[in-house]
């Protein structure tokens, strides 16, 4: 969800994970970061804005696809307090933000091969995204999920 760090040719606000991606990484319990009207769950239980999910106690393993800017470093600040899930979020690891919640407190950086096509709240495939994005693994079991999954990348151990 998201778009302050991903400038878009629509001005859309919300941006959703292609559904096979989340597929591939497991079962999630929560998603902090989900749109309200949404066409696939990516988790059993679901926080949309006005949840205020960052504010919010999380439980089990969360899928964290944060509003991108400035924001985003706070949701990881959060998913590793929690230490155990997955962020995605662009791969800018020259950022302050990256240096301070990805290098320094993750677990596992995963690159992906090309550029994720998101999708639209309507749930049509929208174009490439403007930059390259990450997996961030927080928990070992999550490691494990990137390794297990079926998705094309480097997966560098941190």
Known sequence: MGSNFNTNT?????????????????????DPCSPKIRPW????????????GLNKDWNGR??????????TFLWLEKLHKHGNGIGLIFARTETKGFHSQVWEKADAVFFFKGRIKFCYVDGTQG????????LIAYGKNNVE????????GILVIL
């Open 10 to 30: 629509k001005n859309n606000d919300e941006w959703l994970t292609p559904p096979d991606l989340i597929k591939s990484l497991g079962d999630f319990d929560l």
């Open 145 to 152: 999920h990137i390794k297990n999954s079926n998705l094309d």
């Open 127 to 134: 174009n490439c995204a403007n930059a390259p994005s990450c």
């Open 62 to 71: 969360v899928w964290c696809n944060p509003p991108y800017g400035r924001e």
């Open 41 to 52: 769950d990516t988790a059993l239980e679901h926080y949309c804005e006005d949840d205020d």
